[in-house]
């Protein structure tokens, strides 16, 4: 795996030398964000060898490298899925990449469906801790010892400091911030009313089909762990209505300004 990630690196490396300083990868809703800053290199997933190819539809599959109020940035525009049928290993490969190539701190993005009766769809909620029992790790295999060690502590994956940080900001640009634990459950289907019934009674305040591997992952290496969840649905059978990804994007779309000042700001501040 490491030979991999060394791999991809040297792919990237003949195409730029940017250094970033920070990680975003950006979920549903802020699909465009990447248009809107300074950028500097676009390398796409498939230019790049070895490299996990996305093949959700409406997610675009690219690094872009730039700068976000001058902050030597690089987002993740279009993220691995691991219902797309990769190994947790390869859903992991890009965080570990953007790790390697130099960035210390990573923003995790996503949309979630609302497991916590108070949460209304278009609400954020930044991300307190995650639960990961119902995925593999992507940790499972010979552990690359040049990333970190074999058992590494899992008590506090999300920076409580970056998490004041991120409270601040949303203070400072007017958005409420709702807050709670992130449960990842492998999609692609949504889920049926007794499992969020039961992600529930784990602890759970919202449900998605990504992002704490990647936490988890970075944590392995040492990176300073945030993210942010866009709700865009209440979860199965927390409200009477049915499941789709159209609605799901739709109020992704529709709050993706203030999703976008929210990120802004926050890459800045962390
Ligand atoms: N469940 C899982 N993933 C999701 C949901 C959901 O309800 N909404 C957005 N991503």
Redesign the pocket.
């Known amino acids: 795996m490491y030979k991999k990630l060394e791999k991809c690196l040297k792919s990237i490396r003949k195409k730029t030398d940017f250094k970033p300083e920070k990680a975003v990868i950006l979920g549903?809703g802020l699909g465009d964000y990447a248009e809107k800053i300074k950028i500097e290199k676009v390398v796409k997933y498939t230019d790049i060898e070895d490299f996990p190819v996305s093949t959700v539809q409406g997610h675009k599959g690219q690094f872009v490298f730039g700068y976000v109020k001058d902050v030597p940035v690089v987002l993740m525009q279009g993220r691995v899925h691991y219902y797309e049928g990769y190994s947790m290993q390869d859903v992991v490969l890009p965080t570990r990449l953007m790790g390697v190539m130099g960035a210390k701190k990573i923003l995790l993005t996503?949309?979630?469906?609302?497991v916590n009766p108070s949460f209304r769809p278009g609400d954020f909620m930044l991300i307190t801790d995650h639960i990961t029992t119902a995925v593999p790790s992507p940790l499972i295999g010979p552990n690359i010892e040049e990333l970190g060690t074999r058992f590494p502590d899992m008590s506090e994956v999300y920076s409580k400091n970056l998490q004041k940080i991120i409270r601040k900001s949303a203070k400072d640009c007017g958005i409420p911030l709702q807050e709670g634990v992130y449960v990842q459950?492998t999609?692609p289907n949504?889920?049926t009313p007794a499992e969020?019934r039961m992600v529930r009674s784990w602890g759970a305040d919202?449900?998605?089909?990504?992002t704490a591997c990647e936490a988890m992952a970075a944590r392995h290496m040492g990176m300073e762990v945030c993210g942010i969840s866009c709700?865009?649905?209440?979860?199965?059978g927390v409200s009477d209505a049915k499941?789709n990804?159209a609605e799901?994007q739709e109020t992704a779309d529709r709050v993706a300004k203030d999703f976008e000042k929210l990120v802004t700001d926050v890459i800045d501040a962390i």
């Open positions: 549903s996503n949309a979630a469906g609302g459950l999609g949504y889920e969020i919202a449900v998605g089909m990504s709700i865009t649905n209440m979860a199965a499941l990804h799901v």
